[in-house]
Nanobody, 123 residues
Framework: QVQLVESGGGSMQPGGSLKLSCLVS????????VAWFRQAPGKEREGIAC????????FYADSVTRRFTISRDNAKNMVYLQMNSLKPEDTAVYYC????????????????WGQGTQVTVSS
């Protein structure tokens, strides 16, 4: 059974940093691309960072580029999202997903999701 479990969310002031983690079980992570999405109240789930399986190349949405860094540790079956220079508009539930097929930033490309972790950025 494939499971993804996110952790590391919380509350932070603007300009602060958080690091999210995602533990993947039930498969060998190095065979799949993975990504972080987020969903704010009343908005659609938005792909913000993904990392390919073979060359571990990262891709970022414009809204987070140069502030967020995605990484993976295949030996530990872990995916990370380092978030720096946080802004109030980063407030959302953050999800990690395992990609099945299709484009990186389309939620329909992912067939497994974690339960999400809340990130709140506020002064």
């Amino acid at each position: 059974q494939v499971q993804l479990v996110e952790s590391g969310g919380g509350s932070m002031q603007p300009g602060g940093s958080l690091k999210l983690s995602c533990l993947v079980s039930g498969l060998s992570l190095n065979d799949y691309a993975v990504a972080w999405f987020r969903q704010a109240p009343g908005k659609e789930r938005e792909g913000i960072a993904c990392i390919s399986d073979n060359d571990e190349r990262p891709f970022y949405a414009d809204s987070v580029t140069r502030r967020f860094t995605i990484s993976r540790d295949n030996a530990k079956n872990m995916v990370y999202l380092q978030m720096n220079s946080l802004k109030p508009e980063d407030t959302a539930v953050y999800y990690c997903g395992k990609k099945e097929k299709g484009t990186f930033f389309s939620a329909s490309s992912y067939n497994y999701w974690g339960q999400g972790t809340q990130v709140t950025v506020s002064s």
